[in-house]
Nanobody
């Protein structure tokens, strides 16, 4: 069974940085596309960034140039480096496994909360 465990969320001031981690188990990590999504209160879950098994990446327009997704196939972990954070980045962030270049897979983590104060 695939398990995804996120960590690294917290409270940060606008302009600050956070690094989210997602540790995966129960799957051949290196073969899976991985992604980060977020859901703000009262809004739908949206794509933040995805990375394929080959390392190709896509980003939401709202985070381009500020966020970087990466993966470590030895540690079975995917990261989201978030810089220049804005209050509108406040949301619960979810790790996703499987799927393709732009489509989410069927596996989700429990989420980690990110709050950016102004």
């Amino acid at each position: 069974q695939v398990q995804l465990v996120e960590s690294g969320g917290g409270l940060v001031q606008a302009g600050g940085s956070l690094r989210l981690s997602c540790a995966a188990s129960g799957t051949i990590f290196s073969r899976n596309a991985m992604g980060w999504y977020r859901q703000a209160p009262g809004k739908q879950r949206e794509l933040v960034a995805r990375i394929t098994s080959g390392g190709s990446t896509i980003y939401a327009d709202s985070v381009k140039g500020r966020f970087t997704i990466s993966r470590d196939n030895i540690e079975n972990t995917v990261y989201l480096q978030m810089n220049s954070l804005k209050p509108e980045d406040t949301a619960d962030y979810y790790c996703n496994a499987g799927g393709g270049y732009s489509l989410a897979g069927g596996y989700w983590g429990q989420g980690t909360q990110v709050t950016v104060s102004s």
